[in-house]
């Protein structure tokens, strides 16, 4: 069994700043990648941020190159988002997905967390 959990969204005024984190437990052999991706209603889900475990690659959304940060800590399974200078079409829920193996040699998985909430209003 594998988990996912993301933490650290909330209700942000234009401008502010939130940090998210996301926690990946269970039955990990490696994780080769971590990532961020948002759906906000009526839209489909897009990627925001990726970090890769092997030489740390980082991929941006075009709309967020600038104002957020994507980090990992790969000793403790977690990556963070630092997101900064929000803006209302931020708001999001927002989704961490970790492509991983639970055993050596084997295949690569998907699992992805419930999502946490980012709203940026005035």
């Known amino acids: 069994q594998v988990q996912v959990v993301e933490s650290g969204g909330g209700l942000v005024q234009i401008g502010g700043s939130l940090r998210l984190s996301c926690a990946v437990s269970?039955?990990?052999?490696?994780?080769?990648?971590m990532g961020w991706y948002r759906q906000a209603p009526g839209k489909e889900r897009e990627l925001v941020a990726a970090?890769?475990?092997?030489?740390?690659?980082?991929k941006y959304a075009d709309s967020v190159k600038d104002r957020f940060n994507i980090s990992g800590d790969n000793a403790k399974s977690t990556v963070h988002l630092q997101m900064n200078s929000l803006k209302p079409e931020d708001t999001a829920l927002y989704y961490c997905?970790?492509?991983?193996?639970?055993?050596?040699?084997?295949?690569?998985?998907?699992?992805w967390g419930q999502g946490t909430q980012v709203t940026v209003s005035s």
């Open positions: 997905k970790s492509l991983l193996r639970t055993k050596s040699s084997g295949p690569v998985y998907q699992y």
């Open positions: 269970g039955s990990i052999f490696s994780i080769e990648s």
């Open positions: 970090l890769t475990s092997a030489g740390g690659r980082t």
